[in-house]
């Protein structure tokens, strides 16, 4: 949804314009250019999906404690994240990567990545059931790309 930029020391925007000044409360517009890599509109519906997919089926417990204190709605054709906290780091919930909707049967039955959909900076690489982790490595089709990337790699 968002991204630091190195240039504007800050977060912005990157697949939707998000409206962190309103924090505890966020509204996130989804661009007109965010796209899978195919081609085809991420949607309202792919991101309410990710985001319930993390809360109930992460097994980084970080990451599971972070969502459990946002409640991520739909309102009027953008996407609604009300943290339960006035703790600015929380918003790195924003920075988690999106899946589509229907590719998230095949995302929890292996670890074969290939066929997945992404748009980001960043691609799924591995998942790891013995230790509870995902790894993302940097996604060279990467669009948005205007700051560089300095993590080859994330784990989480």
Not at 9 to 32: E, M
């Amino acid at each position: 949804m968002a991204r630091y930029s190195i240039d504007e020391k800050k977060i912005v925007g990157d697949l939707a314009n998000c409206n962190i000044d309103t924090f505890p409360n966020v509204r996130c517009t989804l661009n007109q250019d965010a796209l899978w890599n195919d081609g085809s509109a991420i949607t309202l519906e792919d991101i309410l999906a990710t985001y319930t997919l993390f809360r109930e089926s992460a097994h980084n417990e970080s990451t599971k404690n972070r969502l459990s204190i946002v409640d991520v709605s739909e309102d009027k054709g953008d996407i609604i994240f009300r943290f339960r906290t006035n703790d600015i780091t929380t918003l790195d919930v924003l920075f988690l990567p999106i899946l589509r909707k229907n590719d998230m049967s095949r995302f929890g039955a292996n670890n074969d990545f290939s066929t997945l959909s992404f748009s980001g900076p960043y691609v799924f690489s591995e998942k790891n059931n013995e230790s509870g982790t995902i790894t993302l490595k940097r996604n060279p089709a990467y669009q948005f790309g205007r700051d560089m990337y300095f993590l080859d790699q994330i784990r989480f």
